[in-house]
């Protein structure tokens, strides 16, 4: 009973060992048909991303303009608010 099941046990990793290389083969013819389309995509997939960085950086730029729109002012107030306080603070 114990040779049938070392038998058996090592039909059954004999047959994983084939379907292991089975796959490892086609895997690989598989890398080997598509590197071609791989060649020929990797020019068009890079100038997406570059297009797609650029679009970020434009909206990161507009952002930080808004932003920076929006708080000169708020800080020219502040400073036009702040002198008289300061110069009536220094006089009492």
Excluded: D
Excluded at 68 to 81: D, E, H, S, T
């Amino acid at each position: 009973m114990s040779a049938l099941l070392a038998m058996l046990f090592a039909l059954f990793v004999t047959a994983a060992v084939v379907c292991v290389t089975l796959f490892v083969v086609l895997k690989i013819a598989v890398q080997l048909v598509l590197l071609p389309f791989k060649l020929i995509l990797l020019p068009i997939v890079a100038i997406f991303v570059i297009v797609k960085l650029a679009a970020l950086v434009t909206a990161g730029v507009v952002v930080a303009a808004i932003a920076f729109a929006l708080f000169l002012p708020l800080l020219v107030l502040g400073l036009l608010l702040a002198i008289p306080v300061a110069l009536v603070a220094a006089v009492v």
